[in-house]
């Protein structure tokens, strides 16, 4: 599951959490699919929509920033509220990483005379003490202003362990396994965070599938590659000319000489 599948399932799922933390109060939030959006499609990849009877929440989480964010912003706002005439449109960008870039601080789309504002938060500089007053927020902590990540997860680990709601424990075991891979080595990650608590989560088996079938690439790509060398080997041992072996395997002369070696 990749970290933008993942913050949408935890939008999703602790949309009152998400509310508390960015409305300011625990609303019930329903998800709006962005297919109910006209116009061109929509970037589904970290876009989520979320509404009540008055209000919609249009967040997006981002690894990097994007040129085009201030932009997109006010092409997603116009979209809603042309379909949504009477809803307070609430946009916020979420960066989960830390970088200088200016483009992190960007809050309004600015042209001739249109200025659109928006939200941006950076993690990073977020207090820790928000994060873990919600369960739907605590795989964020890790990334907060905490000067020792580590430690934040062990704290993370025993809060997790305490939920006595397996489904919830076991997706926010998961949830907080993959987002805290963006700070910490995964062998830390592995030794704070119960697998066994996981293993009954469908985020953590989409963890499982991901890696196997990623394996199971890399085990062909492997495959592949030494049946290509030692066809080259027995070329070579044959006294084919190696120009001929470049254009028969698609190896370099560089990768033939390492061979012949």
């Given at each position: 599951m990749t970290y933008d599948n993942t913050c949408k399932f935890l939008a999703e799922t602790f949309s009152q959490d998400f509310a508390s933390w960015l409305l300011g109060q625990p609303i019930l939030l329903t998800n709006l699919e962005p297919t109910e959006l006209s116009a061109e499609p929509v970037r589904a990849d970290s876009l989520i929509f979320l509404e009540s009877a008055e209000i919609i929440l249009h967040l997006e989480f981002q690894?990097?920033?994007?040129?085009?964010?201030?932009?997109?912003?006010?092409?997603?706002?116009?979209?809603?509220?042309?379909?949504?005439?009477?809803?307070?449109?609430?946009?916020?960008?979420?960066?989960?990483?830390?970088?200088?870039?200016?483009?992190?601080y960007q809050t309004s789309f600015t042209s001739h005379k249109t200025n659109h504002q928006f939200n941006a938060i950076r993690l990073w500089e977020q207090p820790t003490k928000i994060f873990q007053q919600y369960l739907g927020l605590l795989p964020f902590v890790t990334l907060s202003q905490t000067p020792n990540p580590e430690e934040t997860l062990r704290q993370v680990a025993r809060q997790i362990e305490s939920i006595t709601d397996k489904r919830i424990q076991g997706n926010l075991a998961a949830a907080t396994y993959i987002i805290s891979g963006l700070v910490l080595n995964k062998e830390i990650i592995h030794r704070l965070l119960r697998t066994d608590i996981m293993r009954e989560s469908v985020t953590y088996q989409e963890i499982l599938q991901t890696g196997e079938a990623k394996g199971k690439a890399e085990g062909k790509a492997e495959g592949k590659a030494e049946a290509v060398n030692q066809i080259a080997l027995n070329m070579l041992h044959s006294g084919i000319a190696i120009d001929l072996i470049i254009q028969f395997t698609g190896l370099s002369l560089e990768q033939i000489q390492q061979l012949q070696s």
């Open positions: 690894t990097k920033t994007d040129e085009a964010m201030a932009l997109r912003m006010l092409d997603y706002w116009v979209r809603l509220h042309r379909k949504f005439p009477t809803k307070e449109i609430h946009q916020t960008v979420i960066y989960l990483t830390p970088t200088n870039s200016p483009l992190a």
